[in-house]
Nanobody
Framework: QVQLVESGGGLVQAGGSLRLSCAASGRTFSSYVMGWFRQAPGKAREFVSA????????YYGDSVKGRFTISRDNAKNTVYLQMNSLKPEDTAAYYC????????????????WGQGTQVTVSS
């Protein structure tokens, strides 16, 4: 199995930045597509970003495109989400997830999930 632990969440003012990290342990980390999802109270879980095993392909949800950047360092077994120009609408619990393959925007493609890290953006 794969274990995922997120970190880097916190409280930030609108317009600020945060970098989330997802540390993975287990087997064959480099073969997984890694994704970020978020969920705010009263809202459905939302796709944020994903990156394939080599890092050559990245994907972003419409609401974060141009503001967030995903990257991975397979040598460190870590995935990052750089979040810039944060808005109050970005407030949510952010989850790191791993999928072997599939539609990267679909949460049901992801087999392993972290416990989440809270991001709160104040007005």
């Amino acid at each position: 199995q794969v274990q995922l632990v997120e970190s880097g969440g916190g409280l930030v003012q609108a317009g600020g930045s945060l970098r989330l990290s997802c540390a993975a342990s287990g087997r064959t980390f480099s073969s997984y597509v890694m994704g970020w999802f978020r969920q705010a109270p009263g809202k459905a879980r939302e796709f944020v970003s994903a990156i394939n095993w080599s890092g050559a392909n990245t994907y972003y949800g419409d609401s974060v495109k141009g503001r967030f950047t995903i990257s991975r360092d397979n040598a460190k077994n870590t995935v990052y989400l750089q979040m810039n120009s944060l808005k109050p609408e970005d407030t949510a619990a952010y989850y790191c997830a791993a999928a072997r393959r599939g539609i990267v925007t679909n949460e049901y493609e992801y087999e392993y999930w972290g416990q989440g890290t809270q991001v709160t953006v104040s007005s």
